[in-house]
């Protein structure tokens, strides 16, 4: 029997990892320590990147080592 693949949740997971490295990127770029917790504030995303954080927020918050996270304004 073939596996299912859901794409959608593929999609998902590619995000989430993304946005994680992004994270990390930038506490690289700036000398932030790995285990300080940030704000993280989103403005312009999508409806969709919305949605993603929302279903996501806990384990945004625990991989990245986030305070909190705060969207300013979608599309």
């Known amino acids: 029997m073939p596996l299912r693949v859901d794409d ?3 999609a998902d997971t590619e995000w989430l990892k993304q946005a ?3 994270v990390r ?5 700036m000398n932030i320590a790995p285990g300080k917790p940030l ?3 989103l403005r312009g995303c999508s ?3 919305e949605r993603r954080v929302n279903d996501n927020r ?3 918050l ?3 080592r986030l ?3 705060t969207v300013l304004a979608c599309r």
């Open 62 to 64: 625990n991989l990245a």
């Open 20 to 22: 994680i490295v992004a």
């Open 39 to 41: 704000e993280l504030l």
């Open 58 to 60: 806990s384990f945004l």
């Open 25 to 29: 990127n930038i506490r690289a770029e």
């Open 47 to 49: 409806k969709d990147a």
């Open 8 to 10: 959608a949740a593929l």
């Open 67 to 69: 305070e909190s996270i």
